[in-house]
């Protein structure tokens, strides 16, 4: 049967069955060094048109040795080139030595397996407004609904399924996945990526008690979304009260990630999955917040601070700080008293126990202080 | 280029960015105070027409006063007229009083922003099925689908890319955002307003072990949203096993919330973003769940009950409570307890020398026993 | 009004407002008995056309005894015919006797509440890429969005607003509910249901650090969903950085979980609501995650491993372990632990003062000591 699901086959870099890897680009070791600001030891005229992993690259393709530990299979790879560390050996084989071989590895996957973008226009079954206006080369697929006077760039692909509310603006080179919704205002930069699911600008939670129960107060901001931002699945982030609900340039956040109203997350930052923000907290530059942590409302967070993951943040964090736990607190500290826990059993029962040898030793010494 | 993305020109109040504030009110200051039941001071003719804050409002524009702290403000606005409490002083201004001026401030918002609402009707690219009831006034957007024998009340907005499941039915003025789905025989009352990619009615988590893996119980109850409950973006609420999912009226539920099957919502009950409440959970009235808070199934919670943000509740709570820390306690209780959590390791290393300690004074004490 | 919303009417086993309950199935005891690998006692060519409960059953239909508390109900219910265990007593009714009656109420329900599925074709709406396969007797809703070179098995339903990507595969009887994006490239087993709004294959959270800012790693790996498979609504699994996100046969996922790049999920698990699992991590066979618990990346857990609601897990886990708490540790040690934690404040004044007692008998001691 021609449907039957092959999977056991899996994806992966040489694997047919890997989206990305249909491209075709070749480059010599000097192009490639160049690219990468590394230097050429060997042949800079070799020619390299693939990846491959240190031990199942083939002929023509480019490997990596990140982890030193694997340094001996530079002499063994039928890789043509090994990007590498100052500090590895060559064996003698063609390389490009670079500071930082991750962010290199990073840097070759993306020149090998980027397929250059075709505009597909307009597609038959999208639903566009009136007074819309989109940019150059756009794609836009079928069940995308875009309403009344959005803006939209150039080169911005919208997926099926996206609705785009009144007034959205896009900048150029955005990507939205199918699914998602940009509610009434909300404005995105360029290069902005929106993965599938993700939902810019709904309501903020906010009521005010009205002694019956809960009377809506209007959530009347929007959201703006700066460029080179990265947003994954299934995450919330709420329109403000008033103003505005901002995520700064550059910042990545990940899947099922809350961001309430009011929010300032400033550039850079890092947001692993599940994490919640509460309403008007603000984040410095390059802050890192782990998966399943929660930020009490109102509070600020220093640039380059880092909270750990599941913990609960009640209060400002400074600068650079490290902390973990819930409450939050400097994180080798709590891992110290994390330790601790297990023995609050014993701790207890040590502690009755030094309570009654020392009502002992008290009573035995009275006498003799009567005495005295 | 027309396109480029503004995302310096923030939303707010008084921004033209901002889709809310584009109506047309005009209103004397005694409408105004009728309206949020207050009282005069000054010019009870005079024309209100917008809503400022105390440093920005201009001429026309009425502005609040809900901190004391900013009572001095009070003289110097450029506002038309001030809403405070009783006692904050007027400086001779115009103002009307109020008990609640944050109540009061979401109603004149409400007043002030709420636009018209203009019916749109079944739009080209909404797929209704066969033997669907829809009231008067009905806004259904592209891509809407809705499946045969749903019924819809009036003033119904059902925006893009909403899925409604055979045999819904929809109260009156009903706001279904982008992304909802409804699934087969689920119930919502009037008023009810979901925000995008909610899923209401999925499938309850059910499977009962056979030996070799799990096997499905079917969940054939529904989900039955009652009145005037407002739910976040990205929630799920899962449809019954066998009978109902109850939201009561009024209750207001936030962002990436999880309600599983056959759980019983009272009334008028707050659920921050993140809070997930286990199968056959059942809270009270008016019962308060912070963020990412987990509620164990069966688990019975008192009305009026407060349980703080990441909390786990894994036993029936009181009327009333006000609980916090995994495993839930008493809230006050537990802040003293989480401010010793920094010492534990001191604590092991004073409780062990104070064994030494203890053994040595023994040791001297023993042999004058053993003299006795 | 006809679209009044009749919420005080319930769904239920009994109601007619139940979607699941309009089939109609018509067995012998004996027939029944066969099904569930029971023994009959009494009738076996009693005729049963339902289920109630052991209140609410009426004539014909059959019910069940699960808690033995209910045992004398068997004597007075009006149903035709009792399923029970070995120990309880038949009251001289009609029964069937099996030895797990959870999971025979569970087939029960099943035979006597699933309709026949009827293949709808591709309607009217939906939007169907070039070089698509689809397998017979498919129903595929307005809104569904498939791209190109897409592969869809037999007797497929796929709802409203889905969208698959190009290069999906679908193997036979898999369920697409509404808001479900399958992203490039990911492969679908047989017999695979996905609630509403999940997400399968976003781009996983990968990010080399460039000195500046962050750099995006390319994920260009897939996910795997082998058979049997069920996923709640609105979860989310990231695609691989460079090979196979993979969820193992007969694994069932709750709503709003995360499962991030390069995870690898053995057969049979149970995943509960809002549980995160980082990146690369391994769980083997009939794994349980309780709800909101945290996985570490590259953390690898045994089988049959269960970590309790809320947990964070930082290292590998034994095979059959049993762990809660973050830090996760031992269950039953940390329950003994937890219940020490309030006594923490009061433990720490205990110490204080036996430290002043323990000076002053030293202090009382010391001279004795000097005069020696």
Redesign the interface.
């Known amino acids: ?7 056991n ?5 040489l ?1 047919s ?5 249909e491209c075709d680009v070749s480059k010599t070791l000097q192009e490639l060094a160049e690219y990468l600001g590394g230097q050429v030891k060997g042949d800079p005229a070799a020619v390299i048109t693939g990846l491959g992993t240190l031990d199942n690259a083939v002929e023509g393709q480019i490997t990596f040795l990140a982890n030193p530990r694997y340094g001996a299979k530079v002499g063994t790879t039928r890789a043509a080139a090994i990007v590498m560390p100052p500090t590895a050996e060559t064996f003698g084989r063609n390389a490009i030595v670079v500071d ?1 071989p ?2 290199a ?3 070759l ?2 020149l090998f ?2 397929r250059p973008r075709s505009a597909k226009g307009v597609m ?2 999208a ?1 566009v407004g009136r007074d819309v ?1 989109i ?1 150059k080369d756009a794609s836009i ?3 995308a ?1 875009i309403a009344d006077g959005v ?4 080169r911005v692909t919208i ?3 996206v ?1 785009l ?3 959205v ?4 080179d955005v990507t939205l ?3 998602v ?1 940009v ?3 909300c ?4 290069r902005v990526t929106i ?3 993700t ?1 810019i600008g ?2 903020g ?6 002694g ?7 959530q ?3 959201v ?3 460029d ?1 931002v ?1 947003i ?5 982030v ?3 009260a ?3 609900t901002r995520i700064g340039r ?1 910042t ?1 956040i ?3 990630v ?1 961001v ?1 109203h009011n929010c300032d997350i400033g ?2 930052c ?1 947001i ?3 994490a ?1 923000i ?1 309403g008007s907290a603000r984040l410095g530059r390059h802050v890192t917040l782990g ?2 942590v ?1 930020i ?1 409302d109102h509070t600020v967070i220093g640039d380059n601070a880092m909270i750990s ?2 913990s ?1 943040v009640f209060g400002n964090v400074a600068a650079g700080a490290v902390l973990s ?3 939050a ?1 400097p994180h080798q ?2 891992l ?10 014993e ?2 029962k ?2 009755a126990k ?2 009654s ?2 009502a002992r ?2 009573e ?2 009275e006498p ?2 009567a005495i005295d």
Chains 1, 2, 3 share one sequence.
């Open positions: 049967m021609v449907h039957t699901v092959p999977y086959k899996r994806g992966g870099l694997s069955s890997s989206p990305g890897t930082n991750y962010l590895f990073a840097k996957l993306t397996t980027s038959a079954g639903f206006v940019g697929y079928p069940g609904c803006r939209i760039g150039d997926h099926g399924n609705s509310y009144e007034g603006v896009l900048g150029d996945h199918s699914g919704s509610r009434e205002g404005l995105l930069g360029s993965h599938n699911g939902i709904g309501d939670f906010g009521y005010a008690p009205n019956k129960g809960w009377f809506k107060i209007p009347i901001g929007n703006v979304i700066e080179d990265e994954g699945a299934n995450s919330t709420d329109r403000a008033l103003e505005t550059g990545k990940d899947n099922l809350q309430a550039e850079d890092i692993v999955a599940q919640g509460a998966g399943q929660a009490v993951g599941q609960g736990g819930t409450p607190m500290a709590r110290k008293s994390a330790a601790i826990f297990p023995y609050l059993p701790m207890r040590t502690l030094l309570g040898r020392m030793v008290e035995r010494l003799a202080v």
